[in-house]
Every structure is written in structure tokens, then in C-alpha cells.
């Protein structure tokens, strides 16, 4: 079982960088392939990044590619979201989540593992 807790949410301006974290409990953290998904009001959650059990491969929704930057350290069981350039449209939920899998994954469907989620607003 992994838990998963992310943090870092908050109001900023335009153009301002955040970065979130996601601490996940559990020993199997480094054979998790991990990503980052959000929800803003009124639509479907989707997907912003994902990044391999071993770090080695991410892949990024076209939306966020140059300006978002996901990682982790197994050491620490914890991944990030740096996120740079914000934009008023990526005001949203975000969420941590996890697979039982090492290959990373854009499909919402291929995650087990899911957190309560961060606030991200950022204001024009």
C-alpha cells in the first residue's frame, strides 16, 4: 500500500514558479512509476507529467512542456513538480498519483495510487 501527500499549493501571479511536492509512505516507492495530474472546476481531471520508477524517463502534456519540470528522489520517497511561467489556466487541483508499474504513464486509468490533492490558483 502507498500513501501519497502533496503539498506546495498556494496563490500566486502570473508568471510566478511554484513547486509541489508528493511525499509517498510505503517501501515499493522506487519500482512506482509516479505523475501529476489536475482538475479545475467544472472539467475532467488530466494529465500534466509523469516520470519513470527510476527517474530516467518523463513525458509532459503539451500544455505544460518548457515550463513544468517533474522529479523525485527515491531516497527521500518523495516526487516534485517544478513549475515555472504559471498561467491563470493552470489554476487547478493538483494531484499526486501512483502506479504499480515502473514505465511511466500518461493514462488516468493506469494510476493505483491517488492523493487529496494541492490548491494551485494563480491570479492575472
Known amino acids: 500500500q502507498v500513501r501519497l501527500d502533496e503539498s506546495g499549493g498556494e496563490l500566486v501571479q502570473a508568471g510566478d514558479s511554484l513547486r509541489l511536492s508528493c511525499a509517498a509512505s510505503g517501501r515499493t516507492f522506487s519500482s512506482n512509476a509516479m505523475g501529476w495530474f489536475r482538475q479545475a472546476p467544472g472539467k475532467e481531471r488530466e494529465f500534466v507529467a509523469t516520470i519513470s520508477a527510476s527517474g530516467s524517463r518523463t513525458y509532459y502534456a503539451d500544455s505544460v512542456k518548457g515550463r513544468f519540470a517533474i522529479s523525485r528522489d527515491n531516497a527521500k520517497n518523495t516526487v516534485y513538480l517544478r513549475m515555472s511561467s504559471l498561467k491563470p489556466e493552470d489554476t487547478a487541483v493538483y494531484y499526486c498519483?501512483?502506479?504499480?508499474?515502473?514505465?511511466?504513464?500518461?493514462?488516468?486509468?493506469?494510476?493505483?495510487?491517488w492523493g487529496q490533492g494541492t490548491q494551485v490558483t494563480v491570479s492575472s
Open positions: 498519483a501512483g502506479r504499480t508499474s515502473v514505465f511511466s504513464s500518461s493514462s488516468i486509468n493506469d494510476y493505483y495510487y
